[in-house]
């Protein structure tokens, strides 16, 4: 063998040693590859309680409009717990009158609900922003005393009125929905 021959087969086998490490860059075994697809869902937890239930009290028949003003202590109070920064669309829907349990009486009771919030944590009512009957999409904020916290409250207020005519007695129901949708 001459040296040539023997320089010729070196620039071979070195030839080789970087096509083979080119080639384990660009086409992996399948046996030592691995292809990883992670996904994470997170949703943020939003919590509604009832702190105060509305309440009109005992009602008499024909005793004309009963009134829930703003403020009063038999305001419905809901608190709406989420993460700060947290998005909410806020809307409440309401039936425009109370039917009788038994659907063989006709009478009704008119109402007229309405609502507002306070956001930064506070249950304060005199802070409150109208809640206009469409709906409103409100952002979550901290409280003024704590920023730094990650979790804060938004409180809802319902109040409203009712006439009551000469129905007769008996249990009179409709539907009331707060809807709270996170964003």
Request: zero cysteines; hydrophobic letters at 40%.
């Amino acid at each position: 063998m001459n040296l040539k021959t023997k320089d010729h087969i070196k620039n071979r086998k070195g030839m080789t040693l970087v096509i083979s490490i080119f080639l384990f860059w660009i086409l992996p075994l399948p046996g030592l590859s691995q292809s990883l697809n992670v996904q994470i869902d997170v949703d943020p937890e939003v919590q509604t309680t009832v702190e105060r239930n509305l309440d009109f009290g005992q009602i008499i028949t024909g005793l004309g409009l009963q009134s829930i003003p703003p403020g009063s202590p038999n305001m419905g109070v809901f608190r709406v717990r989420a993460l700060r920064t947290q998005s909410v669309i806020l809307q409440l829907d309401a039936d425009e009158e109370l039917l009788h349990e038994d659907p063989d009486v006709l009478d009704s009771i008119p109402i007229e609900l309405q609502a507002a919030y306070t956001n930064f944590g506070l249950e304060d009512f005199e802070l409150s922003t109208p809640l206009n009957s469409i709906g409103e999409s409100v952002v979550l904020e901290s409280p003024n005393n704590n920023p730094s916290t990650e979790w804060t409250s938004l409180y809802i207020y319902v109040f409203g009125n009712v006439d009551i005519g000469n129905v007769r007695e008996g249990v009179y129901t409709g539907e009331v929905v707060l809807t709270v949708i996170y964003e």
